[in-house]
């Protein structure tokens, strides 16, 4: 059953060969991300993000004949999704009194997303499938790039910063990170103890 047109019509226009190919990739991108935080990157196969995108195996080889491909492809698409969910949260950073309380907030709640779940399983599985850490690497690179550019625009440079000030946004992320790397070990007091610090420490 799909889904009505907006003018209440069941029809709904024939995909070209290239919109059913591009919606096909997008299928088995999406169950990929979906096997890496239910299943973790260990336990996902190519069988299984085939039946979770509703497609063959035959298709899923056709489109991506290795695992790697698959994956690879999969970093790019997370990036994406990644990408958009952080530009939405930043523009929600519009009252300047508590600006940077927001920020902590916002960034801790992207970290303990689903899609930063599957970023961590790539993330840590880089570093012995070295297929994996060139795509690794050139997202991390597009994101730090973005994270800089906002933090350039949401808190400019006091007169009185240090030279390291720049770093701040990067320092930020990776203590985040490594919190939800730490997961339900750490503990929730240290958590909540962490968090106010970024938000009051004074830069």
């Given at each position: ?36 935080i239910d299943r973790g990157y260990a336990n996902t196969t190519t ?157």
């Amino acid at each position: 059953m799909g889904a009505s047109s907006p003018t209440g019509s069941s029809f709904r226009p024939r995909l070209t060969q290239d919109e059913k190919t591009a919606e096909t990739r997008r299928r088995l991108l999406d169950a990929a991300i979906v096997c890496l935080i239910d299943r973790g990157y260990a336990n996902t196969t190519t069988s299984e993000i085939a039946e979770r995108a509703g497609l063959s195996r035959g298709a899923q080889l056709y489109h991506f004949p290795k695992k790697e491909e698959l994956l690879t492809s999969a970093i790019e698409h997370l990036f994406e999704l990644m990408f958009g969910e952080m530009k939405e949260k930043v523009s929600r950073l519009t009252n300047e009194n508590d600006r940077r309380a927001m920020a902590i907030d916002l960034l801790w709640e992207i970290a303990n997303g689903r899609l930063a779940t599957a970023w961590l399983e790539l993330v840590v599985a880089s570093r012995t499938d070295s297929y994996l850490r060139e795509s690794v690497s050139a997202v991390n690179d597009r994101m730090s790039e973005f994270i800089d550019q906002s933090f350039k625009e949401l808190f400019p440079r006091p007169a009185a910063a240090g030279a390291d000030y720049e770093l701040i946004p990067e320092i930020v992320f990776l203590i985040l990170e490594a919190m939800t790397l730490k997961g339900q070990t750490m503990n929730p007091k240290l958590t909540a103890r962490i968090l106010d610090a970024l938000k009051t420490v004074k830069l």
